[in-house]
């Protein structure tokens, strides 16, 4: 397996290109990858990589090309994987409180599909009958995840049909001969408990012998991964052979031969990517010394939208002596990357790498404060390639109408 990129690489990297830049290492997303498949390697365990993570087309294709599915949460989505060259069977659209319309372009394109609402599925049920097998997606009624903001399985969630609308479900099936053939659930994101999945699973047993047409039991995503110093990862070995042991022992399931489907994101792309930005500004305000950097909550939301950690080094001043700084952005709104960091000495033009930025970084970016977008670089194979070009003026500009 590849070495880690080193500091020296994207201190290079990020004079190359200039900063504010994404980065993004190819092989450390095939290495979380493999994670993956060799713990389920005895388990008929197909991995769908939930794109909203991280959709350059570049990131898709490498998805694709490493052998991994993956899992749409729009209809565009579900056009880019198509573009990245994804055959459709490859494909999977989990939609929440969309329009039936969308459902129907992507039964047209002929991708899998999980419904979300009685709604959507009593029209699709009408409009397709027994012709197109679909998955429907269970809330299981399961507190879970790193916060509420990225719990979706509870019983206050918008996410899926509640597990005690069993009846209306079968109520369905039967008027309109839906042809059920995969229960999914996903309930939630920074997911450390193996057991968590384990009790998803065992919620679903309950509906098995409802459904005698399922081939397909969808898990979702949600893994957790390390962000600083001491965190731990989801032990992915335990889960597999805790998830192989529920299948065993449990009546309804053993000797069925299910397929197992995951919907990885941020295990798959969060570690792969740093976003590296220039110090702007040092300034000592009293109780606080802040580093600004040439960046914001416009290129990376997760700090101000989760409370999200990243791990932050100066890399530009390896040997600096450590003092402690709260790290801001620029923008007109409190942008708190870190506070109360011990960094090595910051001084105004060094470049600062925030880790952990490959999902839901550049792809929660924005243009707020008219900033441009940060442009984005792939590391594969030893070779660093361009894959976004920073926007210009005319980005701001496009499609306004002067
Ligand atoms: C977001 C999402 C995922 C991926 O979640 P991660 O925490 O990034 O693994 C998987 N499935 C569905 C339906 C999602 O909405």
């Not at 008027?175 to 059920?180: G, Q, V």
Request: proline share 3%; with cysteine; net charge negative.
């Amino acid at each position: 397996m590849h070495e880690q990129i080193s500091n020296e690489q994207l201190l290079e990297v990020a004079n190359k290109f200039s900063t504010p830049l994404y980065v993004y290492h190819a092989e450390k997303i095939n290495q979380q990858y493999q994670k993956l498949t060799s713990a389920f390697a005895d388990i008929n365990t197909t991995f769908f990589y939930a794109s909203k993570a991280l959709t350059n087309i570049n990131i898709l294709k490498y998805i694709k090309d490493i052998g991994c599915n993956v899992d749409c949460s729009s209809i565009n989505e579900v056009k880019l994987a198509i573009l990245a060259g994804f055959p459709v069977d490859r494909i999977l659209y989990t939609s929440n409180g969309i329009d039936f319309s969308e459902i129907e372009e992507a039964v047209e394109a002929r991708v899998h599909i999980n419904i979300d609402s009685l709604s959507n599925l009593e029209k699709f049920g009408k409009k397709f009958g027994h012709s197109y097998p679909v998955g429907i997606r269970i809330r299981p009624n399961i507190m879970a995840g790193g916060n509420l903001k990225i719990a979706t399985g509870h019983d206050g969630s918008k996410f899926g049909i509640p597990v005690d609308q069993l009846s209306k479900i079968e109520q369905l099936i039967k008027t309109t001969n839906l042809y059920i053939k995969t229960l999914h659930i996903h309930t939630g994101s920074d997911i450390k408990d193996p057991d968590v999945f384990v009790k998803g699973i065992e919620v679903l047993f309950e509906l098995i012998p409802h459904f005698p047409e399922l081939e397909i039991i969808d898990l979702g995503g949600g893994f957790k991964v390390p962000y600083k110093a001491g965190d731990e990862e989801t032990d992915i070995i335990m889960l597999a052979k805790k998830i192989k042991e529920t299948f065993e022992n449990h009546p309804v399931a053993n000797g069925k031969n299910f397929k197992l489907w995951f919907e990885p994101g941020k295990f798959l792309v969060s570690a792969c990517g740093n976003l590296l930005a220039r110090v702007t500004v040092v300034k000592d305000n009293g109780n606080t010394v802040f580093a600004a950097v040439n960046s914001g909550l416009n290129h990376l939301i997760r700090p101000m939208m989760y409370d999200a950690y990243h791990h932050i080094e100066n890399i530009s001043n390896p040997a600096g002596v450590k003092k402690v700084y709260t790290i801001t952005g620029n923008i007109c709104e409190t942008d708190t990357f870190g506070s109360d960091r011990d960094i090595n000495e910051i001084r105004e033009g060094d470049i600062l790498s925030f880790h952990n930025a490959g999902a839901y970084g550049f792809e929660m970016a924005s243009n707020y404060n008219s900033r441009f977008k940060p442009a984005e670089v792939l590391i594969k194979d030893g070779k660093t390639q361009l894959i976004r070009k920073r926007d210009e003026m005319e980005d701001l500009l496009r499609n306004q109408v002067i």
